[in-house]
């Protein structure tokens, strides 16, 4: 069954650098878009970034566009959320998400991993 | 930018029936989905495309989408079924995609 693992998770400085690390099993990896969700301290689910399966497109939140990218990696069936300038509002329970369909569609996330929490402060 | 709000509180009895809305402009045009989210787990999909149950999701799950709002119902309510739920959609305009503001389900 579909396995996501996230890492990369600590207590970072607000204006350094972060990188997320999800690896993926169970499922033909570079079929399907990945995601990543967040969800802060006493709030709800967020959505961050897209990136299509073969790395073709990406798209991120506008709270995270120009600070956070996207990648992949099909060799190693990882996804990366780089994040950088981070900021305290940034601090959040960060997940990683498959997406349902593999035929491009933008319907609903069907697998998730347990979250990696990131801490913004100084 | 498009927003999916709705009620931050249900309360059922048990086996009674639970209906969550979630609203927004034109949503009816749009595929909803809706995730069970529990302390301390990660969310879990329980309706995609409006209406389909994943699978091992149980019956007593059902979606509607209509006008602008899409409406989750939980029938024969069970205290497993205790947990925060929320709406999501596709905002094609954006290449975003939207949560829902949450809606936490008491079983009393």
């Known amino acids: 069954q579909v396995q996501l693992v996230e890492s990369g998770g600590g207590v970072v400085q607000p204006g350094r650098s972060l990188r997320l690390s999800c690896a993926a099993s169970?499922?033909?990896?570079?079929?399907?878009?990945m995601h990543w969700v967040r969800q802060a301290p006493g709030k709800g689910l967020e959505w961050v970034a897209l990136?299509?399966?073969?790395?073709?497109?990406?798209y991120l939140a506008d709270s995270v566009k120009g600070r956070f990218t996207i990648s992949r990696d099909t060799s190693k069936n990882t996804v990366y959320l780089q994040m950088s300038s981070l900021r305290p509002e940034d601090t959040a329970v960060y997940y990683c998400?498959?997406?349902?369909?593999?035929?491009?569609?933008?319907?609903?996330?069907?697998?998730w991993g347990q979250g990696t929490t990131v801490t913004v402060s100084s | 930018s498009y927003e999916l709000t709705q009620p931050p509180s249900v309360s059922v009895s048990p086996g009674q029936t639970a209906s969550i809305t979630c609203s927004g402009d034109k949503l009816g045009h749009k595929y909803a989905c809706w995730y069970q989210l529990k302390p301390g787990q990660s969310p879990v999909l329980v309706i995609f495309q409006d209406t389909k149950r994943p699978s091992g999701i149980p019956e007593r799950f059902s979606g509607s989408n209509s006008g602008d709002t899409a409406t989750l119902t939980i029938s024969g309510t069970q205290a497993m079924d205790e947990a925060d739920y929320y709406c999501q959609a596709w905002d094609s305009s954006t290449d975003h995609y939207v949560f829902g503001t949450g809606t936490k389900v008491t079983v009393l």
């Open positions: 169970g499922f033909t990896f570079s079929n399907f878009d």
């Open positions: 998400a498959k997406e349902l369909d593999a035929s491009g569609g933008h319907y609903a996330m069907d697998g």
């Open positions: 990136i299509s399966y073969d790395g073709s497109y990406k």
